[in-house]
Structure formats: C-alpha cells, structure tokens
C-alpha cells in the first residue's frame, strides 16, 4: 500500500534509447497500465473438420498504458476562453500539445542504422519496461480559442525487447543458419525469425524441404533474408 502511494507521486517518463539520450516527460502520471503476455496456437486441420490447436511460440510481453498531455493549466484555459488578450497585458497562448505528441511519433519510425524504432523504456515508480513501441493512438481533446489542440490522449502499446525484437546482426534482413533440434517445428522456427509463423514455408523452399514434418535433428537449416 505504501509502495502504490508513493509511486503515484513519481513522475512516470519515457527514456529514449538504451543509454537515455533523450527523456520524454509524462506531465499526468497514468491511472494504471496493463502488462499482458500470451501463447500462440495456430488451429490445423488434419482430420476430417476437427481443427487441432498446435503450440507456434509464446507473443512478446506488451504494456499498455494511457497518458495524458496538457499544455494549458484550467487557469489559462479559462482565462483564453473568456477573452484572448483583446487589448494588451493578457495571459499567452499556450503551445499546442503536439510539441510532445510529435516526439512520440518519432518512437515508431525505423532507425535506418539499426534496422527498426528506437528502444523505449516505461519508467514509474519500480516499474521499467523495455522494448519497442508497437502502437500510438493519439486523440486531441481540448483546444484554444485559434484551433491549436492543447490537451490529449495517447494509447502506447509497448513490445519488451528481450521477446520480440532482435539485435542487428540477427535482423530478418540477413540470411543466417540454425540447427534443427529435436521439438522444433518450421512454424515455431519462423515465428522466432520474422515474428509470422505463416512465413515457414520461405524456409522450406530455401531449404528444398517438401514435407515440414520430415526433419532430422542436427540438420542445418537456411533463415533466407526477407
């Protein structure tokens, strides 16, 4: 209860990069967040209509979480609402919000040097969570009396690293060669390499391999690039 009651007075943020060359701000902590992992099966028909469940891997760990930001306080807004500074000496305009909404956008963008966004971390309170934002939902709330937003919402839907991304040199951009063990399946194989088990037969045809199922352990299997 003491941990819960001090956490919500540190300021959550969210640290670019695996050094922290950058930290973005939360200016509201969020009200909660979800951390969610999950199996993946892929349903087969291999008699008659009955589908059979068929284990392909364990998806990522994600967080997700709204924030909020403000550029105005209730002040300001209300003072701007009433009257802009008709003659002289009132209160400014506030920044548009998307002076930080626009940094978040740049957390989706591919890095050309590294192949894929940039690494984020989640920070509050004893919490930090590291990986890769999946998806940003912006939506604009409140205005100025000129049309710029000045409040809004963002849903950030965070990939840990560890789960579901590689380092460069494993990039699916690259061919690579891996050895078959005894368990291992090509629809497990390729969701590991390209994070889509459907992608299993780009293995097979690399591999001249006509039935998935006939596979030794030991054999040297070919990850064509994508």
């Known amino acids: 209860m003491l941990q819960e009651l001090v956490g919500s007075f540190v300021k ?67 003072a701007n609402t009433a009257m802009l500074s ?16 626009n940094e978040l956008m740049k957390l989706v963008m591919v890095k050309p040097d590294e192949h894929r966004p940039p690494v984020v971390t989640f920070c509050w309170g004893d919490l930090e969570f590291t990986g890769y934002v999946k998806s940003l ?31 460069p040199l494993e990039s699916p951009d690259r061919t690579k060669y891996t050895t078959y063990t005894e368990g291992m399946s090509l629809w497990m194989l390729a969701h590991k390499e390209y994070g889509d088990c459907e992608k299993w037969r780009m293995i097979a045809k690399a591999n001249g391999i006509e039935n998935p199922l006939d596979l030794k352990p030991g054999q040297i299997l070919k990850i064509p690039a994508l």
């Open 12 to 78: 959550a943020k969210l640290v670019i990069g695996k050094n922290g060359v950058k930290t973005i701000p939360c200016v509201f902590n969020p009200s909660s967040y979800t951390i969610s992992n999950r199996a993946v099966y892929k349903e087969k028909n291999e008699m008659g209509d009955v589908a059979i469940p068929q284990f392909t891997g364990i998806a990522p760990m994600e967080l997700s979480v709204s924030l909020i930001f403000d550029s105005s306080s209730l002040m300001q807004l209300a």
């Open 137 to 167: 939902e912006h939506t604009y709330t409140m205005f100025s009396i000129n049309g710029k937003p000045i409040r809004a919402s963002v849903k950030l839907v965070i990939v840990r690293e560890e789960d579901g991304y590689k380092t």
């Open 86 to 101: 008709a003659a002289s000496g009132g209160l400014k305009e506030p920044e548009p919000v998307s002076v930080y909404t």
